[in-house]
């Protein structure tokens, strides 16, 4: 098994090779980022010099944390121009940025040492399907198996239960509960018992609360399947600068504190602010 794996991604290599040398030779490159035509040799696959600078790598934080069993990265952060990309990708038929995303995503797994046997992209109810004409996360695990030189496996999971978009939910609790089985096997599928006791990648394009990815590793995870979750992006876990947590404490409604905890809020933000009112003192000296 593990002979014939080899020779098969060392065919795809090949394959990607060739598929590079042709695209340089024939097809002047446009960034998928600023659209902007650009000379070759690129630094990456449909990414300008000056787009790959300003693209919101997690790099050392790629590993999250959450309250599951189940291993789980993101390659970005959620932030411009990263998620211009991703909403392009998913409501105005901007298909070509998979091509530019999930290649990084791919050297995630490489940094990671992620080996798994094959990638499953988080399904669209078929309802969503037909509205939107395809699956953005099954556009990322496409080019993400082709790079591993591994095969996308789209037909063992669905989506059951028909949820109103994430994005539109209130609370952390009212996305768990929409999502609560909406994830079910296909157990027609061949494929769950070739699958039983090897790794699988589960792919998405966003994790934000986690309801969605976690519900559909569960189905698999009972199933047999080794579990690996990634993501193009994600803010979990990010860095908060001083105004982000400002305006949080600002924003809290009174009457869930303690006076005692107003009075602990009162003292710390004046001390931030007296902070930046002696920088300003001193850049403006």
């Given at each position: ?16 090779f060739l ?7 024939y ?5 998928a980022?600023?659209?902007?035509p650009v ?6 696959p ?9 693209l919101?790598?997690r ?25 211009k ?7 105005s038929?901007?298909i070509?940025?998979?091509e ?32 939107r ?5 099954a556009?990322?695990?496409?080019v ?17 239960i ?14 768990h ?5 909406a994830?079910k ?11 039983c ?6 792919v998405?394009?966003?994790?934000t609360?986690?309801?969605?990815l976690?519900a559909a590793a ?5 199933a ?25 404490w600002?924003?809290?409604?009174q009457e869930?504190?303690?006076a005692?905890q107003?009075?602990m809020?009162r ?5 931030l602010?007296y902070?930046?009112w ?7 000296s």
């Amino acid at each position: 098994m593990h002979k014939k794996r080899t020779s098969r991604r060392k065919s795809v290599r090949i394959r990607n090779f060739l598929r590079q040398q042709f695209v340089t030779l024939y097809y002047h490159p446009y960034c998928a980022v600023c659209d902007r035509p650009v000379q070759p040799p690129l630094p990456s696959p449909f990414v300008c010099r000056d787009c790959l600078s300003v693209l919101p790598f997690r790099m050392e934080r790629e590993q999250l944390s959450w309250d599951h069993p189940w291993r789980l990265f993101a390659t970005f952060y959620y932030r411009d121009p990263l998620r211009k990309m991703i909403v392009s990708m998913k409501f105005s038929e901007r298909i070509d940025r998979a091509e530019a995303i999930a290649p990084f995503m791919y050297k995630t797994m490489v940094r990671h040492k992620i080996d798994v046997d094959a990638v499953i992209p988080v399904p669209l109810h078929e309802k969503r399907l037909s509205e939107r004409g395809y699956n953005q996360a099954a556009l990322l695990a496409d080019v993400i198996a082709r790079e591993a030189g591994i095969s996308v496996v789209d037909q063992v999971l669905f989506r059951d239960i028909y949820t109103d978009r994430q994005s539109e939910s209130l609370t952390v609790e009212e996305r768990h509960r929409h999502l609560a089985d909406a994830f079910k096997l296909n157990n027609k599928s061949p494929v769950i018992s070739e699958l039983c006791g090897r790794k699988v990648l589960l792919v998405d394009d966003v994790l934000t609360t986690g309801a969605t990815l976690s519900a559909a590793a569960k189905p698999l995870d009972e199933a047999g399947l080794h579990v690996v979750c990634m993501v193009a992006s994600s803010d979990k876990d990010k860095y908060r600068g001083y105004r982000e947590i400002l305006n949080d404490w600002t924003t809290l409604p009174q009457e869930s504190h303690s006076a005692r905890q107003r009075q602990m809020m009162r003292d710390t933000m004046g001390r931030l602010f007296y902070v930046g009112w002696q920088g300003c003192r001193t850049f403006g000296s």
